[in-house]
Every structure is written in C-alpha cells, then in structure tokens.
C-alpha cells in the first residue's frame, strides 16, 4: 500500500466532491419519501388529518368545499383533494 501527501487545492477538491455527493444523497433521499407518500385517504384518515369529526368532513363534500371519490358507502380522498381544500382555506398571516 502506497501514501501520497495531498496539498490543500487537492483536498479543497476532495472536499467539495463530497459535499456534492452528500447534497444528491440527500435529493434522492428527499425524492424517495415523497414516493412514498401516501395519495389516498378513507374518512378516517381525513378526520385525523384535518382533526375534524364526522359532521363537519361531510359538511365539506356536501358543499363542495373538499373533492372526494365514492365507491358505494365508501368515501375516498386523494392528496390533490386535500392539498386544492387546504389551499382554498388558507390566509396568510398579517404582517
């Protein structure tokens, strides 16, 4: 095994290749938890998620104020639906 000094432009260098393979670790990493995040929801999720009771989550399908697919007695969510209702009720803050 062989050892050769570095000067510092050399292991600046070394440095900055590794920061930028820890950036795109970091990307992909980002890029695999949004693949995993979930993109449908039942009533119960949604109740949980928003942290509203039964009442008040059909109040919002039945005035139209949050998006929903049924199938049957099933109600289904989908993270468009929820990501379009927060959107719509959201107000920024006063400055």
Do not use: C
Not at 69 to 77: A, I, L
Request: no cysteine.
């Amino acid at each position: 095994m062989s050892y050769e000094l570095i000067d510092s432009k050399k292991f600046d260098l070394l440095l900055t290749q590794l920061s930028t393979m820890q950036e795109q670790i970091n990307a992909l990493s980002q890029k695999e938890n949004m693949n995993n995040k979930k993109f449908v929801y039942t009533n119960k999720e949604m109740m949980s998620l928003l942290g509203i009771e039964t009442k008040l989550l059909k109040k919002y399908r039945d005035t139209g104020k949050l998006g929903y697919h049924q199938e049957n007695d099933k109600y289904w969510y989908t993270q468009t639906d929820l990501e379009l209702f927060l959107g719509k009720n959201h107000y920024p803050a006063y400055n």
